[in-house]
């Protein structure tokens, strides 16, 4: 090897370095972002939510300066992980949650769906034995005769029940899908990207549980980043918002929608199902629908 190909193989090392370092604006400390560990119903990843956080907070390091972005250690119901969102000084400082009036009266939230609105496509799962029945509907009439399951609270109940949906409702969630079992009720309508994913997870337990084949619920609900309504949450709210419309512009919030969605949707085979449109009572009335690169349209 020459003297000048071994000093350019010994300076690669640091070039590399310094090409991935953080960009830093300036010297002041980092933003510290908490989110929290879910109790959820499975252990299915919610990770998306915070890759498109931690996109946004690095497209705008130049601007707002170096950041940290962490889970909290404890996991949290939904009511004690809203309680500390609401706390000064809290334990997490932002949340990723589906909309509705009263969260937005609580919390300040970015209306930048995280999902493009993928949480209001709705797939159904049903006893195996049920199918012929759910192949019969062909409208909210028909599908008034059937009862849907829920977790308590979930913005999705008030849903069904203004469409005149007869709803069980569970204080634990995670008993919903033996209820559906045993026949508590008769269809569990999980997100279009939630429902494969359980699916695979519960199927060798409940082996009646399956994915009806040519339905499918669609209602406007946005699932977005919530921040704590002070001076704090003001700022992390500015910088949130800055960094999504910055991926929008360059493509880059949807790039990462097809990277990890893309998939799922391919798996639901939605050109196979019968859309039922629902309306969605709690929705607020600031919800940007008029803005269509915001909403994934199948």
Same mark, same amino acid.
């Given at each position: 090897?020459?003297?000048?190909?071994?000093?350019?193989?010994?300076?690669?090392?640091?070039?590399?370095?310094?090409?991935?370092?953080?960009?830093?604006?300036?010297?002041?400390?980092?933003?510290?972002?908490?989110?929290?560990?879910?109790?959820?119903?499975?252990?299915?990843?919610?990770?998306?939510?915070?890759?498109?956080?931690?996109?946004?907070?690095?497209?705008?390091?130049?601007?707002?300066?170096?950041?940290?972005?962490?889970?909290?250690?404890?996991?949290?119901?939904?009511?004690?992980?809203?309680?500390?969102?609401?706390?000064?000084?809290?334990?997490?400082?932002?949340?990723?949650?589906?909309?509705?009036?009263?969260?937005?009266?609580?919390?300040?939230?970015?209306?930048?769906?995280?999902?493009?609105?993928?949480?209001?496509?709705?797939?159904?799962?049903?006893?195996?034995?049920?199918?012929?029945?759910?192949?019969?509907?062909?409208?909210?009439?028909?599908?008034?005769?059937?009862?849907?399951?829920?977790?308590?609270?979930?913005?999705?109940?008030?849903?069904?029940?203004?469409?005149?949906?007869?709803?069980?409702?569970?204080?634990?969630?995670?008993?919903?899908?033996?209820?559906?079992?045993?026949?508590?009720?008769?269809?569990?309508?999980?997100?279009?990207?939630?429902?494969?994913? =359980?699916?695979?997870? @519960?199927? /060798?337990?409940?082996?009646?549980?399956?994915?009806? %084949?040519? &339905?499918?619920?669609?209602? +406007? $609900?946005?699932?977005?980043?919530?921040?704590?309504?002070?001076?704090?949450?003001?700022?992390?709210?500015?910088?949130?918002?800055?960094?999504?419309?910055?991926?929008?512009?360059?493509?880059?919030?949807?790039?990462?929608?097809?990277?990890?969605?893309?998939?799922?949707? =391919?798996?639901?085979? @939605?050109? /196979?199902?019968?859309?039922?449109?629902?309306?969605? %009572?709690? &929705?607020?009335?600031?919800? +940007? $629908?008029?803005?269509?690169?915001?909403?994934?349209?199948?």
């Amino acid at each position: 090897m020459d003297r000048r190909a071994w000093i350019l193989q010994s300076l690669l090392p640091a070039a590399m370095c310094c090409l991935l370092a953080p960009v830093r604006a300036h010297d002041g400390p980092a933003t510290a972002v908490v989110y929290p560990r879910y109790f959820s119903i499975l252990d299915t990843s919610k990770g998306f939510d915070w890759i498109v956080l931690r996109a946004a907070l690095e497209k705008t390091a130049a601007k707002y300066g170096p950041f940290t972005l962490a889970q909290s250690q404890a996991p949290f119901s939904v009511p004690r992980m809203l309680q500390e969102l609401s706390r000064p000084g809290g334990t997490v400082n932002v949340i990723a949650r589906a909309t509705h009036r009263d969260l937005e009266t609580q919390f300040q939230p970015i209306r930048i769906p995280i999902d493009r609105g993928l949480m209001g496509l709705r797939l159904l799962l049903v006893r195996k034995s049920d199918l012929p029945r759910f192949a019969r509907v062909r409208t909210l009439a028909d599908l008034r005769h059937l009862s849907a399951g829920q977790g308590k609270g979930w913005v999705d109940a008030s849903v069904l029940s203004a469409a005149g949906i007869s709803v069980v409702e569970s204080p634990r969630p995670g008993s919903l899908f033996g209820m559906l079992e045993a026949g508590r009720f008769d269809f569990f309508p999980r997100a279009l990207d939630e429902a494969p994913r =359980e699916y695979d997870v @519960i199927s /060798k337990s409940h082996t009646e549980i399956v994915i009806e %084949p040519t &339905l499918m619920l669609r209602y +406007p $609900l946005p699932r977005y980043f919530f921040v704590r309504r002070d001076a704090e949450g003001a700022k992390l709210a500015e910088r949130i918002k800055t960094g999504l419309e910055m991926m929008l512009k360059d493509g880059s919030l949807v790039a990462l929608f097809h990277q990890h969605k893309d998939p799922l949707i =391919e798996r639901a085979q @939605i050109g /196979k199902r019968r859309i039922i449109e629902l309306q969605n %009572p709690a &929705l607020p009335p600031e919800t +940007p $629908l008029q803005r269509s690169e915001l909403w994934y349209r199948p």
